[in-house]
């Protein structure tokens, strides 16, 4: 029954997906009024159904189903059994339709922006809503039924039921990714329509915003689960799926910052649309390497045979979208300035082209051993050394410019008084440089981190302190008719605590391998550390080696378990966290007569990482927030005032 349910809910989301589609497209086309925006609620409604029948199903054990029976079990604790449900592929794309349809429900119940608009937007997005139903309803095997039924099954996989950020990390990312759809959708739109004045502006930049909230929260929490679980002491190894989680963050990194522009400017519309495209396109990627099998990776699900399919989608986006820019991109070619030299409309966009760099620096390294293999079966491998060499550098010239172009005006500045702002500025960064090289040397990369990020926190504390010392009201009055500019300032912060977090970890990581013997302690970073005993503990499914150790004054338990039905052994590190670093122990191997080896590690500063990350959601959090309107202008220059710009039914060729 729960399968007859299931499967009928998919089917269901499909064709309200493409009916729904076919509403809003047409309505469009005839200019006719919107439908009921609660239309937009029938896809949800069946993509619930799938996704609540399948975690009935495992919560109640019922191993007919195909998926329970490979991924369930009567022992995994309830949070993990809630969570195998995108432990793996199929399940994982039934949560992946769940959080497309959502995001079509949040946007058909959208009130502004112009009918025709909107009614294409929706289409759009709908009819990639439906190719998800489809392929979740004729390739997934997720409600096939087994026979003979077992009494038991094997549970997810031990590395996704061993850390509460199973349960977060996922649908944050998906929901990220998939965020992506909704920008794209209304660039798809716009070619289609023309329109892309202050309306078309505001739906991209909240939508992707919402986007990048998300796909930041789900990068910073992958980063701590990889950290924290699968015991090799680091947080990221620029394997492909990370990779394809990067990329589009960096892509719509530029959209928001470029979004300005056009708002202030109305410039860049071409620009802003093939952001919201690649943003997208590079969502599908990470969509297509996760799921193709075609890279190695722990991060990847096991090759399928939606590889060729969701190429083929991904190669009929990317058509359809060049093939609307030869028909309909002499509408958006109306050359506008971006300001002044030295203003902040060139430095936003000398800011997007570097993060377009990065991103295709990340992509050929990312895509490079692919494309060799199909070409020509040998495998390559591009490895940190790539990026370290290649993306590194350029990240560093965006940090540097973060210290620059934020604080520039939009009306233009004079060259001698910002030569004196970045003067100071830089003379933090240089003599951070210097006194970090002469009390804990590191490498050149390193050092000009630190270095950078003194620039660009000076350059922070500098700005604000003049604008609010000429803010009449003070600093809280500042804070709340600036609270856009104040969140960027915030974002900024935590992406520079984020840099140094994972500078120092880099430069000053100490790791040591130790044999240890019962009662003889071993000294390791100034600490004594000590073997008390070792113990194992077996059951029916897996077995459990637990070495305890004396730290100074702390006990400790890292752990070595093997679990029999998927054939694994996982390691379960120790980790004792500082504001100045983590002690990360690692047991590699150990026996009852009491010995064990070790994997010491000291890494400084790494939770200045997972504090960056947090000071980034909340920024964003903060900017999304939905705002009161200004009664009066204030005094700081960067209040979003709009130009005089036509009405939003003139399109932009014939503004």
Not at 204 to 232: C, D, E, K, N, Q
Not at 337 to 347: C, E, F, I, T, W
Request: charge should be positive.
């Amino acid at each position: 029954m729960i399968a007859w349910i299931g499967t009928f809910s998919l089917a269901f989301a499909l064709c309200a997906s493409l009916g729904t589609a076919l509403v809003w497209v047409g309505t469009a086309m005839r200019g006719t009024a919107l439908p009921s925006r609660w239309l937009a609620v029938l896809p949800l409604l069946g993509a619930a159904g799938a996704v609540g029948s399948l975690e009935w199903a495992l919560l109640h054990h019922d191993f007919a189903l195909k998926f329970v029976a490979e991924n369930g079990s009567l022992e995994t604790p309830t949070y993990y059994t809630v969570t195998s449900l995108w432990a793996a592929h199929d399940g994982s794309l039934l949560l992946w339709v769940l959080i497309l349809t959502g995001y079509v429900l949040l946007t058909g119940l959208r009130r502004r922006g112009p009918a025709e608009l909107r009614g294409w937007a929706m289409g759009v997005l709908c009819l990639v809503a439906s190719f998800f139903c489809g392929l979740a309803l004729f390739t997934g095997d997720v409600f096939d039924r087994v026979s003979p039924v077992p009494a038991d099954g094997p549970g997810p996989n031990p590395l996704l039921s061993d850390h509460p950020a199973m349960g977060i990390h996922p649908p944050l990312l998906y929901a990220g990714l998939l965020g992506m759809a909704v920008p794209f959708s209304f660039a798809v739109a716009a070619l289609i329509t023309g329109r892309v004045g202050r309306e078309w502006v505001t739906a991209v930049r909240s939508s992707a915003l919402v986007a990048w909230i998300l796909l930041t929260a789900g990068i910073v929490m992958g980063a701590w689960w990889s950290y924290a679980v699968l015991g090799w002491g680091g947080y990221w190894a620029w394997d492909p799926v990370e990779n394809a989680s990067l990329m589009p963050w960096l892509t719509a990194t530029a959209l928001l910052h470029s979004c300005m522009v056009q708002r202030r400017r109305r410039a860049l519309p071409m620009w802003n649309l093939s952001l919201a495209v690649a943003s997208f396109l590079l969502a599908c990627l990470a969509s297509f390497l996760t799921r193709s099998g075609v890279v190695t990776s722990v991060h990847a699900f096991a090759a399928s045979a939606l590889g060729p399919i969701l190429l083929g989608f991904l190669a009929a986006l990317a058509v359809g979208v060049v093939a609307l820019v030869l028909m309909r991109g002499d509408r958006f070619v109306e050359p506008r300035s971006v300001g002044r030299p030295l203003s902040r409309g060139p430095a936003i966009v000398l800011n997007s082209v570097l993060l377009v760099a990065l991103t295709t620096t990340v992509l050929i390294g990312t895509l490079f051993p692919v494309v060799t293999e199909l070409a020509t079966g040998t495998k390559l491998s591009v490895g940190p050394p790539y990026f370290n060499r290649v993306a590194v550098p350029i990240a560093l010239l965006l940090l540097l410019h973060m210290g620059v172009g934020p604080f520039l005006r939009w009306r233009g500045e004079r060259l001698r008084p910002m030569l004196r702002r970045l003067l100071v500025s830089l003379g933090a960064g240089a003599l951070t440089v210097a006194v970090v090289a002469a009390l804990a040397p590191a490498g050149l990369l390193s050092l000009l981190t630190f270095g950078v990020a003194a620039h660009v926190l000076t350059g922070v504390a500098f700005d604000t302190a003049v604008r609010v010392r000429h803010c009449a009201g003070g600093p809280w009055h500042w804070l709340r008719e600036n609270r856009r500019r104040a969140a960027g300032l915030l974002v900024h912060v935590g992406v520079v605590v984020a840099a140094i977090g994972i500078a120092a970890s880099s430069a000053y990581t100490h790791v040591e391998d130790r044999t240890l013997h019962t009662g003889n302690p071993v000294a390791f970073a100034g600490s004594q550390v000590r073997l008390l005993g070792v113990s194992q503990d077996r059951t029916a499914r897996e077995a459990t080696t637990t070495a305890r150790l004396a730290l100074d004054d702390r006990t400790i338990t890292p752990a070595l378990r093997y679990e029999q039905a998927q054939d694994m052994t996982v390691a379960l590190p120790a980790i004792i966290s500082s504001p100045g670093g983590d002690v990360y122990v690692t047991l590699l191997s150990a026996d009852t007569a009491g010995k064990a080896e070790l994997r010491l590690a000291v890494n400084p500063m790494v939770g200045w990482i997972w504090t960056g990350g947090a000071l980034m959601v909340l920024g964003g959090v903060w900017a999304a927030w939905p705002r009161r309107r200004r009664s009066r202008l204030t005094v700081d220059d960067d209040v979003e005032v709009p130009e005089p710009v036509a009405p939003e039914s003139v399109l932009v060729g014939e503004s």
